[in-house]
Every structure is written in structure tokens, then in C-alpha cells.
T-cell receptor, first 113, second 118 residues
Framework: SQKIEQNSEALNIQEGKTATLTCNYT??????LQWYRQDPGRGPVFLLL?????KEKRKERLKVTFDTTLKQSLFHITASQPADSATYLC????????????FGTGTRLTIIP | NAGVMQNPRHLVRRRGQEARLRCSPM?????VYWYRQLPEEGLKFMVY????????ESGMPKERFSAEFPKEGPSILRIQQVVRGDSAAYFC????????????????FGEGSWLTVV
């Protein structure tokens, strides 16, 4: 079965530093990986999607990489702020057209002022 | 510009009762997905529907659970004879038809329906 693993259950980062979250997958490369933010009691909010043939994607202070050799995606938040504190979820998709996503258990990020 | 609307947000049911969770997708979206999030676990895919069709129900428990997305009205996730293990957050998501949307196939989640079985 295709698995997604987010190694760190929780991560504490000093405000202003770069937070880096890791997502590893097993078996064959997914067509794409997605990153979501989830706040307590709320639904996941889509942040970034990166396709198998893309190495890097950026959006404002966010950056995502996709390394098919390491079977890994890294999610970076630069100049982190307390408002960035949330759980971040990684998800893999099999192919475009069927959004049956497999989610990791998430990393709870806390930005310390 | 309403997002994915789910109701009820919170639902308490006694063991053996039925739970009905409703989901109205975003305007223009014809694909609906249901996911379940158990305490301290990740989101798990349950079912993928298009209007009047179940496309993929590989994540649905074989018994007591059913889903529909009628031609008119919201999608419904129905849980019959609920047990304590059904207590979870149930999230609905929607996406536009294949090929549409600025990110191709981004899906948008609702705020969830939190079911508690007592």
C-alpha cells in the first residue's frame, strides 16, 4: 500500500527562523504531493501542490520541494510567525482526475515568539 | 463566494441511532469526497462521488455506512446504528470537473462535522 509518513509529530521553531517539515512516501512516486494547513477544530486548507516532474514550488513565504530519489517532500516556511502555528498535512495523489488522497498524520508546528 | 458547507457542525448520537451528515459543495463543483479523521489519526479517504454516481467507495466500511450525491441537493453521508468507534470528524471536500481550476485538481475542504457517539 502507498504510505505517507510525516516523521515529526511536533516541531517548535523560534519566530523569524525557517521551519522545515518532512514528508516521506513509500513505493512509487505519486503524481503529485499536496500540503495543507489545519487549525484545531477546522478543516484542512490547501496550501501548495507540487507535481512529480517539478523540483520546487513557491508561494510567498512557503516553499515545497519534491525529491523522487529520496522519496521525500520538504515544506519550508521562511520568516516564521506565531500565526503560522498549526498542524501541517502532507498528502499524496495517485493521478489527476481522481482526488483520492492519502494523508500523513501531520506535524504540529509551534512558532515561539 | 461560499465554500464547502457542512452541517451539522456537531452531532451527538446514542449508540444504535442514525447519523446523517450533509455537504453542499462549492458552486460549480461536481465532485465530492468524504474523509474521516479519528482522534490522533490522519485523514482517511472514504468515498468519492459525482452527481448521482459513486465513483470510488473503497474507503467506506462495508456495513452501516452509505453515501449519496443526488441530482438536486447536498451530498449525504449516512451512518446507521452508530457505535462509539464512529466518533470522529467527518470532512467533505469538493473539486471542479477534471481539468478545471487554477491548480488543476485542488480540492477544497469544509469545516467538518464532529460526531460524538455516547
Amino acid at each position: 500500500s502507498q504510505k505517507i509518513e510525516q516523521n515529526s509529530e511536533a516541531l517548535n521553531i523560534q519566530e523569524g527562523k525557517t521551519a522545515t517539515l518532512t514528508c516521506n512516501y513509500t513505493n512509487y512516486s505519486p503524481a503529485y504531493l499536496q500540503w495543507y494547513r489545519q487549525d484545531p477544530g477546522r478543516g484542512p486548507v490547501f496550501l501548495l501542490l507540487i507535481r512529480e516532474n517539478e523540483k520546487e514550488k513557491r508561494k510567498e513565504r512557503l516553499k515545497v520541494t519534491f525529491d523522487t530519489t529520496l522519496k521525500q517532500s520538504l515544506f519550508h516556511i521562511t520568516a516564521s510567525q506565531p500565526a503560522d502555528s498549526a498542524t501541517y498535512l502532507c498528502a499524496r495523489g495517485l493521478n489527476f482526475g481522481n482526488e483520492k488522497l492519502t494523508f500523513g498524520t501531520g506535524t504540529r508546528l509551534t512558532i515561539i515568539p | 463566494n461560499a465554500g464547502v458547507m457542512q452541517n451539522p457542525r456537531h452531532l451527538v448520537r446514542r449508540r444504535g441511532q442514525e447519523a446523517r451528515l450533509r455537504c453542499s459543495p462549492m458552486k460549480g463543483h461536481s465532485h465530492v469526497y468524504w474523509y474521516r479523521q479519528l482522534p490522533e489519526e490522519g485523514l482517511k479517504f472514504m468515498v468519492y462521488l459525482q452527481k448521482e454516481n459513486i465513483i470510488d467507495e473503497s474507503g467506506m466500511p462495508k456495513e452501516r455506512f452509505s453515501a449519496e450525491f443526488p441530482k438536486e441537493g447536498p451530498s449525504i453521508l449516512r451512518i446507521q446504528q452508530v457505535v462509539r468507534g464512529d466518533s470522529a470528524a467527518y470532512f467533505c471536500a469538493s473539486s471542479p470537473p477534471s481539468g478545471a481550476g487554477s491548480f488543476g485538481h485542488t480540492i477544497y475542504f469544509g469545516e467538518g462535522s464532529w460526531l460524538t457517539v455516547v
